[in-house]
Every structure is written in structure tokens, then in C-alpha cells.
């Protein structure tokens, strides 16, 4: 069965992608590899995941050979917060595509609402010595970022632009005042955030949801000791048991029947394929809502696995509530 899409802009995204967080140097070309040979027509990059090279090199290898086209292939990358500067942005995007080598991306989201530090010592996450945050001193707005990123759709660098990770105060400061409209917002979103608020505001505007961090981050490098494991969840396996399918797969389909896109990451041969083999079930509304009440054990809105704390005192923070 194929694999369905959702628009995302003047583009339809499979639903189902290879995300590349945390897939450490080594592995992760021949995870998107793997993926790409194996029927994936979606993968989900980042210049702060310091593994774009990699990634662009098994790129190459796939497409040169031919059975797999570039344009048969929906590539995300994302605009870090170290590049939020107007001058900054274009050079961002230059390097991005010349480490995947391509021509264009498919989508380019603003990673995160804050701007940070361009040029400081400590680099990609500027941080001073009590563990703050550094801002970009220059204070550029959203609307002047977003300025030049329509630029680059001006100039066929991409096809389409969004936003990662930001709120809907934030997301309303664009969309009333832009040119483009935002494609896309990527946000975390799992049974225990499933942020439901947001993607009831992307549904009414005609935004992309895309979903990352579909399982909750169990084997992240950054997990919390109190975190709870997700896909041991018991209605989570129940539901699992009742379709004959694992808790991961009842996840990822979890985001198919609310209507988004998701992109579970794996590097792992056997369930990059399983976290693909979703359309052969769907899930009851009552399925989908029972999972949704899950996030009812935690105080609201839910759960983030991904809240980057550290940055928590920047005047963007797009979770302050959640402090």
C-alpha cells in the first residue's frame, strides 16, 4: 500500500519519515540508507544534529544509483538558532545544501524561536558560566528572519518553509504578517503531549503538523530519570495487541489517523522498516482519544521530553508555562 501524504504547503509530505536526531555519526548514512532502500520517500535533517555530511553522503550514493529519485524523496532541514540573524540566513542555508548535496530542500523550518549568540565561543549552544543561555545581542525579530527565508523559496533554495518548536502567539506574529505562510510546524507529540491545542490552531489555518518525538524519546541520551517508558504503557500495548502490531507501530499511527506526519528516528535496520509498515491498520477514534487521555496523567499540557531548559530563560522561550 502506498504511503499516504499530507500538504504541506505547495508540496505533499508522506507521512511517514526517517527523522535523524541523536543518529550519531557512523551509523546514521547507512540508517538513511536503509531507509531510502526500503521504500522511505521522507527524511528529516538538521544542521545542529552535526551529521548533515553523513547524511548527504548516502544522499548521493541512493540517488546516483538510480533506482531511488531525488524527486521522488521530501528533505527537511532546519535553520539553528546560532543562524537566526537576517545576514545569516542564506549562508545557513548554502552550507546545509552543500553537506546533503542538493540543489534544494523540500522544507526549511526555523529549528527554534530563540535566537542565540552567533558568534561566542562555545558555539552551537552558547551558554554563560550559571548555565543561561546566551541571545544574539543583535535581537532580530521573526519577521525579519522569516524575511529571508522567503527569499529562499524566491530563489528556489526551497519549496517550502516553516517552524519547529514554536507557540501559537508565536506562530500568529508570522502568519499576519507574511508573505509566505508557514508550511509546516514540527513540534513534539506523543500520547503524553499531545498537544492538541496546536494541532487543533495548524488544522484551522492550513499548516502541516509533523510530529517528532512520536515515542517519546525512550532510548534518548537525554532521558529524565523520572521519565515513564511509553511503549510500555499498558493501554498502549493493549491497543497494540489488538491489532497484532508492536507499541511503536500504534504510535507512529497514532499521528497518521489525527492527520499528521511523523518521523520516528531509528537506526536500526529491522525497525526503520517496522516504523514504516503502518498502513495495514488504522485505529478507532476511540483508540485515538483513549491514547490522547494518557497525557491526563501529567500535570498539563503533558510530558515534553524535549524541553531544552537551559534555554528556559530566554525572552522566546516558546514553554515558559511549563517551568
Given at each position: 500500500?502506498a504511503?499516504?501524504?499530507?500538504?504541506?504547503?505547495?508540496?505533499?509530505?508522506?507521512?511517514?519519515?526517517?527523522?535523524?536526531?541523536?543518529?550519531?555519526?557512523?551509523?546514521?548514512?547507512?540508517?538513511?540508507?536503509?531507509?531510502?532502500?526500503?521504500?522511505?520517500k521522507?527524511?528529516?535533517?538538521?544542521?545542529?544534529?552535526?551529521?548533515?555530511?553523513?547524511?548527504?553522503?548516502?544522499?548521493?550514493?541512493?540517488?546516483?544509483?538510480?533506482?531511488?529519485?531525488?524527486?521522488?524523496?521530501?528533505?527537511?532541514?532546519?535553520?539553528?538558532?546560532?543562524?537566526?540573524?537576517p545576514?545569516?540566513?542564506?549562508?545557513?542555508?548554502?552550507?546545509?545544501?552543500?553537506?546533503?548535496?542538493?540543489?534544494?530542500?523540500?522544507?526549511?523550518?526555523?529549528h527554534?524561536?530563540?535566537?542565540?549568540?552567533?558568534?561566542?565561543?562555545?558555539?552551537?549552544?552558547?551558554l554563560d558560566?550559571?548555565?543561561?543561555?546566551?541571545?544574539?545581542?543583535?535581537?532580530?525579530?521573526?519577521?525579519?528572519?522569516?524575511?529571508?527565508?522567503?527569499?529562499?523559496?524566491?530563489?528556489?533554495?526551497?519549496?517550502?518553509?516553516?517552524?519547529?518548536?514554536?507557540?501559537?502567539?508565536?506562530?500568529?506574529?508570522?502568519?499576519?504578517?507574511?508573505?509566505?505562510?508557514?508550511?509546516?510546524?514540527?513540534v513534539?507529540?506523543?500520547?503524553?503531549?499531545?498537544?492538541?491545542?496546536?494541532l487543533?490552531y495548524?488544522?484551522k489555518?492550513?499548516?502541516?503538523?509533523?510530529?517528532?518525538?512520536?515515542?517519546a524519546n525512550?532510548?534518548?541520551k537525554?532521558?529524565?530519570?523520572?521519565?515513564?517508558?511509553?511503549?510500555?504503557?499498558?493501554?498502549?500495548?493493549?491497543?497494540?495487541?489488538?491489532?497484532?502490531?508492536?507499541?511503536?507501530?500504534?504510535?507512529?499511527?497514532?499521528?497518521?489517523?489525527?492527520?499528521?506526519?511523523?518521523?520516528?528516528?531509528?537506526?536500526?535496520?529491522?525497525?526503520?522498516v517496522?516504523?514504516l509498515?503502518?498502513?495495514?491498520?488504522?485505529?478507532?477514534?476511540?483508540?485515538?482519544?483513549?491514547?490522547?487521555?494518557?497525557?491526563?496523567?501529567?500535570?498539563?499540557?503533558?510530558?515534553?521530553?524535549?524541553?531544552?531548559?537551559?534555554?528556559?530563560?530566554?525572552?522566546?522561550?516558546?514553554?515558559?508555562?511549563?517551568?
Amino acid at each position: 500500500m502506498a504511503m499516504p501524504t499530507i500538504q504541506c504547503g505547495v508540496s505533499d509530505m508522506p507521512v511517514v519519515g526517517l527523522g535523524t536526531w541523536q543518529s550519531d555519526p557512523g551509523v546514521v548514512g547507512a540508517a538513511v540508507e536503509h531507509a531510502l532502500n526500503n521504500n522511505y520517500k521522507h527524511i528529516d535533517c538538521a544542521m545542529v544534529y552535526c551529521n548533515e555530511e553523513e547524511v548527504g553522503a548516502a544522499f548521493n550514493k541512493v540517488f546516483s544509483a538510480g533506482e531511488v529519485k531525488r524527486e521522488e524523496v521530501f528533505v527537511t532541514s532546519k535553520l539553528w538558532c546560532t543562524n537566526q540573524r537576517p545576514d545569516k540566513v542564506a549562508a545557513a542555508c548554502a552550507k546545509t545544501l552543500s553537506d546533503l548535496q542538493l540543489d534544494y530542500l523540500d522544507l526549511y523550518l526555523i529549528h527554534w524561536p530563540m535566537h542565540l549568540h552567533p558568534e561566542h565561543e562555545k558555539g552551537l549552544f552558547p551558554l554563560d558560566d550559571e548555565g543561561k543561555c546566551i541571545p544574539d545581542p543583535s535581537n532580530p525579530t521573526f519577521a525579519q528572519v522569516w524575511t529571508e527565508m522567503e527569499k529562499l523559496v524566491d530563489e528556489g533554495k526551497c519549496k517550502n518553509i516553516g517552524l519547529s518548536n514554536f507557540n501559537i502567539e508565536q506562530i500568529e506574529s508570522i502568519v499576519t504578517d507574511c508573505r509566505i505562510k508557514p508550511a509546516c510546524l514540527q513540534v513534539e507529540s506523543h500520547p503524553q503531549l499531545p498537544n492538541l491545542g496546536l494541532l487543533e490552531y495548524c488544522k484551522k489555518n492550513g499548516i502541516a503538523f509533523v510530529a517528532y518525538s512520536p515515542l517519546a524519546n525512550p532510548g534518548s541520551k537525554f532521558r529524565r530519570p523520572e521519565q515513564k517508558n511509553l511503549l510500555e504503557n499498558e493501554v498502549v500495548k493493549g491497543i497494540a495487541e489488538a491489532h497484532s502490531v508492536t507499541p511503536g507501530q500504534v504510535l507512529i499511527r497514532y499521528q497518521v489517523d489525527k492527520g499528521n506526519a511523523v518521523i520516528p528516528k531509528s537506526v536500526t535496520p529491522s525497525r526503520i522498516v517496522e516504523n514504516l509498515a503502518v498502513t495495514g491498520f488504522s485505529l478507532s477514534p476511540e483508540e485515538v482519544d483513549k491514547l490522547s487521555d494518557i497525557s491526563k496523567d501529567f500535570p498539563a499540557p503533558g510530558y515534553r521530553t524535549c524541553g531544552v531548559k537551559h534555554f528556559g530563560g530566554h525572552i522566546n522561550y516558546p514553554f515558559k508555562s511549563e517551568l
